[in-house]
């Protein structure tokens, strides 16, 4: 038993060369199965080998928003294949994102369904990705049923309440630490505890005391020990149950 990062992007630049050195870390502090997050072929492909190499590793791969534009139909072609590896457990992360430009707002939409569409084909769980696009995620949502986890959740109190109830699970990444943060404790204290999850999203968000530096899955014993804070709770116990919650949603993973 141990602490799960379920949302990691260890293919990136700065991490992919020092994984040795990322297991040894997450190891020390407790971190026992990461879920490395990828969003394009040559990181899933990537991905898969590490984890064949590290029994730490599962995989979940899919097209993030922000590439909309420079996709074609052999992508999904490419996406489906990948994901009928056996170390690829999830399909993520996808969804919306308007913080940058809202000019490709339907094309979007359109991947984010497509994706949903494959994943429940073949029957996995999706990671989502929501920024400043939540009546949108939310009504896509709720017209293509799924279930996943609504990744590194930066919502309201009543945005979460929508999801949860949707059949989706919360994580909390480094943000949760931070001094200024508003909602999220509250969203923290609130969230049923079979339906939570913690998360790294490294190399991005790290949590306070190091924020500003490089994030790794090492971190993610930080925002574990917040939210046992947060919800008056014992770490054994959370441990136990986020494990419950990992194999229960993530129906491929093996342990």
Same mark, same amino acid.
């Given at each position: ?91 993520? !992360? =996808?969804?919306?994102? &308007?913080?940058? @430009? ?8 359109? %991947?984010?369904?497509?994706? *949903? ?21 939310? !009504? =896509?949502?709720?017209? &293509?049923?799924? @279930? ?8 309201? %109190?009543?945005?979460?309440? *929508? ?93």
């Amino acid at each position: 038993m141990g602490i799960i990062d379920t949302h990691a992007h260890v293919t990136y630049k700065g991490l992919a060369d020092r994984i040795d050195e990322i297991v040894a870390n997450a190891l020390k502090h407790d971190v026992t199965k990461i879920l490395c997050v990828c969003c394009t072929k040559e990181e899933a492909l990537k991905a898969i080998e590490i984890a064949n190499q590290y029994d730490i590793f599962d995989c979940a791969f899919g097209y993030h928003p922000e590439d909309v534009d420079r996709l074609e139909d052999s992508d999904l072609s490419e996406l489906r294949k990948i994901l009928n590896d056996p170390h690829m457990i999830a399909l993520g !992360e =996808i969804g919306l994102d &308007y913080h940058y @430009t809202k000019d490709n707002k339907e094309a979007q939409k359109d %991947l984010f369904i497509r994706q *949903i569409q494959l994943a429940n084909e073949l029957d996995l769980p999706i990671l989502i990705h929501m920024r400043d696009a939540t009546l949108d995620t939310l !009504e =896509i949502l709720k017209k &293509y049923p799924c @279930t996943g986890i609504m990744h590194c959740f930066s919502g309201s %109190l009543e945005t979460a309440k *929508i999801c949860v109830n949707l059949g989706y699970y919360i994580s909390f990444a480094g943000p949760l630490t931070f001094k200024n943060a508003k909602d999220a404790p509250q969203v923290c204290e609130w969230v049923p505890l079979d339906k939570i999850f913690v998360e790294t999203d490294s190399p991005f968000l790290t949590p306070h005391p190091f924020r500003g530096k490089p994030n790794e899955p090492a971190y993610t014993h930080i925002t574990f020990e917040k939210v046992c804070e947060i919800k008056q709770i014992d770490a054994d116990m959370l441990m136990k149950q986020m494990e419950k919650n990992y194999y229960t949603l993530f129906k491929k993973a093996k342990k």
